[in-house]
């Protein structure tokens, strides 16, 4: 599976559960300690707001603090759909990936940035099916190997970024999608 695609699967991922969240559901806890339904769709809205601002070229420093707070108001589902699409849609431009993105901790190719969006999407859909008492193992087998293969070249950048759980460990023959929990600090 390539970059895009996957990165495709992951906002679908996401997507599909915030699609359904029922009024009564958003202040449901998640596996992100002291993290509610909510504050994890607002958190995964506010990175995606964050995507053409940075495949601009502009620095966290010029976007500031404006993505910061209640990105979600009256209306989060709504909210979220609007983001993930102008996310998508800026990764997709073509020859964006090989462009530079200014991150908080140094300059990174913007294929780079995909990923970690990527795999925090997959990880965060992870939650959000598990904080809606949903089925786990529907995020797509695919997209599954894609981010742990990603999260195994990345373990110690992830492990020094603490945005993360420490690793778990994991019994002999464990499935992927345990694999990949494990390696974010959750269990299944």
């Not at 070229?57 to 993505?67: K, N």
């Not at 209306?75 to 462009?99: H, K, M, N, T």
């Not at 859909?125 to 995020?139: N, T, V, Y």
Request: aromatic fraction near 6%.
């Amino acid at each position: 599976m390539d970059l895009l695609a996957a990165h495709g699967d992951a906002i679908g991922a996401f997507d599909h559960p915030v699609r359904t969240i029922t009024d009564d559901q958003w202040d449901l806890p998640t596996p992100d300690d002291g993290w509610s339904v909510r504050d994890l769709v607002r958190h995964l809205t506010a990175e995606q707001l964050w995507v053409p601002e940075l495949l601009a070229g502009r620095t966290t420093g010029e976007v500031g603090d404006v993505f910061d707070g209640d990105v979600l108001g009256e209306d989060p589902v709504d909210r979220w759909i609007d983001a993930s699409v102008v996310s998508r849609e800026a990764f997709l431009e073509p020859g964006v990936l090989d462009r530079t993105v200014h991150l908080s901790y140094g300059d990174v190719r913007a294929a780079h940035y995909c990923a970690e969006m990527t795999f925090d999407l997959t990880v965060h859909a992870w939650d959000l099916r598990r904080a809606l008492g949903r089925p786990d193992d529907d995020l797509g087998a695919e997209l599954v190997g894609w981010a742990l293969g990603h999260a195994q070249a990345r373990a110690d950048d992830l492990a020094r970024s603490h945005l993360f759980a420490d690793p778990l460990p994991v019994p002999d023959g464990a499935d992927d999608l345990t694999r990949l929990l494990a390696l974010s600090g959750r269990a299944r």
